[in-house]
């Protein structure tokens, strides 16, 4: 669930940068950079981070903030779901943030690559989640993230800066999850769609 002041936070970072775009009038853009300040100020109350790497997560776009937009894949065989182990230990399901030059489906399939080590063929659209409202670390911008279901077309894992290890994994004997990057509640979502011939798109 949202944090209130985390939200009170992005929205207010969300008017300020909107201003700072628009704005014209010197005074105003003045106040405008005060409140993009102050939500920042509001982020490190939440958080351990300094000031200054707060910034430089949450007030480093220019321009009418959108959400970041990530890719994730859900990729079966033998009834078993692809994951793969971060350095941390945590598994999660394979995937990244959009490359600004890649549609999604590019960019999952460039994703799976990288982190697996597998080429895949996308074959359907599962859901597309509005993050925040199911990972459970908060992240101080908005994230929509689109899940494909996949299948493995060849390649095998090669250890890489972002990933140890990776393995396919029954339901029932999944690893520990790494919950910022999706949830347990999602790994079931996406066996309901591999196992549903019929599965429509989730949308938030």
């Known amino acids: 669930m949202t944090d209130k002041l985390v939200d009170w936070a992005m929205r207010l970072q969300s008017l300020a940068q909107a201003g700072l775009t628009y704005g014209k009038d ?9 409140i993009r300040d102050i939500s920042a100020e509001m ?34 065989k033998d009834n078993k779901m692809l994951l ?3 350095s941390d230990g945590l598994w999660s399901i394979p995937g990244g943030w959009c490359e600004i030059n890649l549609s999604v489906k590019e960019n999952v399939i460039k994703e799976i690559k990288e982190e ?6 996308v074959e359907k659209l599962i859901a597309i989640h509005d993050s925040n409202k199911h990972y459970k670390g908060m992240y101080p911008y908005g994230i929509s993230t ?7 077309a060849g390649g095998g894992f090669k250890e890489n800066d972002e990933t140890i290890a990776s393995g396919y994994f029954a339901l029932e004997d999944l ?12 790994v079931e979502m996406c066996f309901k769609a591999y196992r549903d011939s ?5 949308f938030e």
């Open 43 to 76: 982020m490190v109350e939440k958080s351990d981070l300094p000031i200054e790497k707060v910034k430089n997560l949450f007030c480093n776009e220019v321009g009418y903030q959108t959400p970041k937009i990530g890719t994730r894949a859900a990729i079966f």
């Open 26 to 34: 010197s005074f105003d853009l003045e106040r405008y950079q005060e």
């Open 116 to 121: 697996a080590g597998i080429d895949i063929t």
């Open 84 to 86: 793969v182990q971060e």
């Open 146 to 152: 689109v899940f494909f279901l996949c299948k493995p």
């Open 175 to 186: 690893p520990e999850l790494s919950e910022d990057k999706g949830s347990r509640e999602q």
């Open 198 to 202: 019929h599965w429509q798109a989730e």
